[in-house]
T-cell receptor
Framework: GQQVMQIPQYQHVQEGEDFTTYCNSS?????IQWYKQRPGGHPVFLIQ???SGEVKKQKRLTFQFGEAKKNSSLHITATQTTDVGTYFC???????????WGAGTKLIIKP | NAGVTQTPKFQVLKTGQSMTLQCAQD?????MSWYRQDPGMGLRLIHY???????DQGEVPNGYNVSRSTTEDFPLRLLSAAPSQTSVYFC?????????????FGPGTRLTVT
């Protein structure tokens, strides 16, 4: 069945270093969404990408959707302690309202 | 607006007990869904609804029932709790028109089955 693979599972960075998480789908996606979940919290929507090759920025966060619409990435420049959490990608399963989720990448800031 | 609310926040059940997790939203969203989240995993869709009176199964529906009698409420019923149902349960809602599919999540219910 359809799968969304996300790597890495964890990434430890020093504050100020960059962070990247990658998402790959076994099928072409009509769109992909990214969410952030703080420890003990619930997922919060960050962005939706729809177009092939699309790149969107939110301050230090850059989101990309691959040309084939089967992969996506989230890059954070100069991480801050407020960035700590788990970042998930999610793509439509059977319709745009049923999502298949990646396993998430946990961003950990080294003390 | 309260957004998406869930009760209870925490629950401990014994194997074989039944219970209902409550979910309500005040954003007039047509689409609502239930997910479970296990450690180290993404969310998995249990059941969803595209409007009052309409429900359907997601990836992992076994052991759960839902109903949608109003736009606002979407309760999830565990029929006979099993330890494998120990998880965090999230309810979510979204608009069902246009091209924005953003989902809004409730705070979650942390369920332990002993």
């Amino acid at each position: 069945g359809q799968q969304v693979m996300q790597i890495p599972q964890y990434q430890h960075v020093q504050e100020g270093e960059d962070f990247t998480t990658y998402c790959n789908s076994s099928t072409t996606l009509s769109n992909i969404q990214w969410y952030k979940q703080r420890p003990g919290g619930h997922p919060v929507f960050l962005i939706q990408l729809v177009k092939s090759g699309e790149v969107k920025k939110q301050k230090r966060l850059t989101f990309q959707f691959g040309e084939a619409k089967k992969n996506s990435s989230l890059h954070i420049t100069a991480t801050q302690t407020t960035d700590v959490g788990t970042y998930f990608c999610a793509g439509p399963w059977d319709s745009n309202y049923q999502l298949i989720w990646g396993a998430g990448t946990k961003l950990i800031i080294k003390p | 607006n309260a957004g998406v609310t869930q009760t209870p926040k925490f629950q401990v059940l014994k194997t074989g007990q039944s219970m209902t997790l409550q979910c309500a939203q005040d954003m007039n969203h047509e689409y609502m869904s239930w997910y479970r989240q296990d450690p180290g995993m993404g969310l998995r869709l249990i059941h969803y609804s595209v409007g009052a009176g309409i429900t359907d199964q997601g990836e992992v529906p076994n052991g759960y029932n839902v109903s949608r009698s109003t736009t606002e409420d979407f309760p999830l019923r565990l029929l006979s709790a099993a330890p494998s149902q120990t998880s965090v349960y999230f309810c979510a809602s979204s608009y069902s028109i246009g091209t924005d599919y953003e989902q809004y999540f409730g705070p979650g219910t942390r369920l332990t089955v002993t």
